[in-house]
């Protein structure tokens, strides 16, 4: 399949790139914000238009020639990157702001890029301003241009007729037909029993944690390039970037997630915003990592996100990530600090762990390995037969414990009744019920006979006469 044409949103902060990527996309899925600079590293989505498919990126705003901090630096870099990348660029430059010089400075560093290049001439809110807007951005003698409000919507159709037209003149017989896209890479999957002997097409998997713990470095990693900007500085990042990679066959979406810090914590108006869009990304996700810093305490927080995690129904792997801080190390380390873990986390008892090293790629490839396998956990079928033999067995090793009443209830079968995740239906003499820990001595035993690791099962009680 050929590549799709790469179109990127250059330009300076609060021009409205953002804004407009979300819209020519048709989903929030940029963080929109009026903070400058808001967009830091890169995002990126397919678009298709009058038959004609391309890969649009928003990319962070430029704020000077010569950076104040390391992460304006890298924002810099990484926004020139997706430029040289680029099959087209759109400069995107404000009509309440007019034309600056900064405007002009990076449309010259634009041009050396000898690239086609389209003004995107935003904010033109009110169709009346439409031609002074064209007069004033008429200097900067791009023949390419078009006004538009990325807020409203109006001028949007005409910059896509102006990118398709731009794209045929390029790729004469390069453009991607909509049957032959992979559009279905970007769009949420929630798999059904039709997936049952197979993997979905894309398993999405969702890395989170609070801040500083190494997610946005293991994302880099994970597939083996600068995705994601690095900083010490807490909150560094905002949107939500994701990268697809193959794993065996397997096509797996990471998505790196905004740092998750207690409530009370919470910044800027702009923070709280990130941080609901980690869990939206969270809750369509297949897969969780719950990365944690081991070299420090675990923490309430940590705590608090891995009951979260546990109330989303995901399947969860714990990384204990920055392993490679850990001094003096034996062989029985790992035991010590999987004990430390489940101690302080017991209802992720059930949950994968892998001490892996972001800045070292220790056991990094093994994260994906565990993806997959836990994601097919959560179709696993035990037969009747099977289920039958297992609850006999597990009864006499241990008498059912009642919740109330005298008696101890009697337990007539037990029968899977779906997947994703596994759940179990038993049943149970009427006017009986079975006490809560019973339960979960029942999900123990199915993991240790039948497995179903990193994925939370379901057991519901039926009680008949």
């Not at 924002?75 to 600056?100: C, F, K, N, P, W």
Request: one cysteine or more; a neutral charge; glycine letters at 6%.
């Amino acid at each position: 399949m050929k590549e799709r044409p790469k179109v990127a949103l250059i330009g300076r902060v609060n021009v409205g790139k953002s804004t407009l990527f979300n819209k020519l996309i048709g989903e929030r899925k940029a963080l929109e914000s009026s903070v400058a600079g808001t967009t830091r590293d890169y995002n990126h989505a397919p678009v298709a238009w009058r038959d004609v498919e391309f890969e649009l990126v928003d990319t962070g705003g430029f704020v000077g020639t010569e950076p104040d901090n390391d992460i304006d630096a890298a924002t810099l870099r990484i926004a020139s990157e997706q430029a040289e990348a680029a099959d087209i660029l759109i400069l995107v430059v404000s009509h309440i702001d007019g034309l600056l010089g900064f405007d002009i400075e990076i449309l010259h560093a634009l041009q050396r890029l000898t690239k086609p290049i389209i003004v995107a001439i935003n904010k033109v809110d009110k169709p009346k301003d439409h031609e002074g807007a064209v007069l004033n951005f008429a200097e900067t003698g791009i023949t390419h241009t078009c006004t538009m409000s990325a807020t409203t919507g109006q001028g949007t159709g005409d910059l896509l007729d102006l990118i398709a037209t731009t794209i045929r003149d390029q790729f004469p017989t390069g453009v991607i037909s909509n049957d032959q896209s992979e559009e279905h890479l970007y769009k949420a999957l929630t798999p059904t029993d039709k997936h049952i002997k197979g993997q979905p097409d894309v398993l999405k998997l969702a890395i989170i944690g609070q801040p500083n713990v190494g997610k946005s470095s293991l994302l880099n990693a994970l597939v083996g390039k600068e995705r994601a900007i690095v900083s010490p500085t807490a909150h560094t990042t905002r949107d939500a970037h994701d990268e697809f990679i193959t794993h065996n066959n397997q096509t797996i979406q990471v998505i790196d997630t905004a740092g998750i810090r207690r409530r009370k914590q919470l910044g800027d108006v702009l923070e709280k915003f990130s941080i609901d869009l980690s869990l939206r990304n969270l809750r369509s996700a297949h897969v969780a990592l719950l990365v944690i810093d081991i070299s420090q305490p675990i923490t309430y927080q940590d705590k608090h996100l891995s009951e979260r995690l546990v109330e989303t129904g995901n399947s969860i792997i714990v990384i204990a990530n920055k392993w490679d801080l850990i001094p003096d190390k034996h062989t029985n380390t790992i035991n010590e600090y999987t004990t430390y873990i489940h101690k302080h986390m017991p209802w992720l008892m059930w949950a994968p762990i892998i001490f892996t090293s972001a800045e070292t790629k220790q056991r990094v490839t093994n994260i994906l390995d565990t993806t997959v396998a836990v994601w097919t956990e959560r179709f696993r079928r035990i037969d009747d037969n099977a289920l039958d033999k297992f609850i006999k067995k597990i009864i006499a090793k241990h008498k059912p414990s009642r919740d109330k009443g005298v008696a101890h209830p009697y337990v007539y079968r037990m029968r899977q009744t779906g997947v994703n995740p596994p759940h179990f239906e038993l049943t149970i003499k009427y006017k009986k019920s079975l006490h809560e820990s019973y339960v979960r001595f029942i999900k123990n035993q199915l993991r240790e006979q039948f497995g179903f690791a990193g994925t939370p099962i379901k057991i519901y009680i039926q009680s008949i006469k």
